[in-house]
């Protein structure tokens, strides 16, 4: 995760330096497909851990009783 967001801000510093007028509406498309894939895998992420925190709650509500 850490990675991912050191590449973005490089990915971003060397947007900003562009001097070509049209590679940076492309760098900025390709800036922002990376930032939507980052943040799919890390939404992915966050939806199996909530899955398996609430089996784990579940399992331990029926084995209380």
Avoid: E
């Avoid at 991912?4 to 900025?28: E, F, G, I, M, V």
């Amino acid at each position: 995760m850490k990675k991912q967001s050191q590449t973005l801000k490089l990915s971003l510093k060397s947007y900003s330096k562009n001097k070509d007028p049209q590679a940076k509406p492309r760098k900025l498309c390709l800036l922002l497909a990376k930032f939507a894939r980052a943040l799919t895998k890390t939404l992915r992420l966050i939806d199996i851990l909530k899955a398996k925190i609430i089996r784990k709650y579940i399992n331990i509500k029926l084995y209380d009783h």
